[in-house]
């Protein structure tokens, strides 16, 4: 009898376990699919305006400091922006 309970609690888990799995696989992508949105969204931004700084993508997007920074970063290791500036409020960007 107690090893029936063990084979049933045992099973369950293993199902819960991997519906859990596959819902942070889709989260992960649906992630994914929003940053390459957003990234496209800044891209055509900077194509857009000669100079883009980045609290222009913060308001734009209303994202955080730290994730308008990533997706500039991200595009400038891309090859698609350059930066102008090293440091501080000088800082921005342009088409490359």
């Known amino acids: 009898m107690n090893y029936v309970i063990l ?7 293993i ?3 991997a519906y859990f799995a ?3 696989r889709m989260a992960i992508s649906r992630q994914s699919k929003e940053k390459q949105k ?15 700084k980045n ?3 913060e308001k734009m997007l209303g ?7 990533r ?3 991200e595009l400038e290791k891309e090859g698609k922006i350059k930066q102008v500036g090293k440091i501080g409020q000088g800082v921005f960007y342009t088409r490359k």
Request: glycine share 12%; no cysteine.
């Open 7 to 13: 084979i049933i609690v045992g099973g369950v888990g």
């Open 71 to 73: 997706y500039l970063d």
């Open 63 to 69: 994202v955080s400091d730290a994730t308008a920074e």
């Open 38 to 52: 957003n990234k496209d969204k800044v891209f055509a931004f900077v194509r857009k305006n000669r100079k883009v």
């Open 15 to 17: 199902v819960l376990g």
């Open 55 to 57: 609290g222009d993508v």
């Open 22 to 24: 596959s819902r942070n």
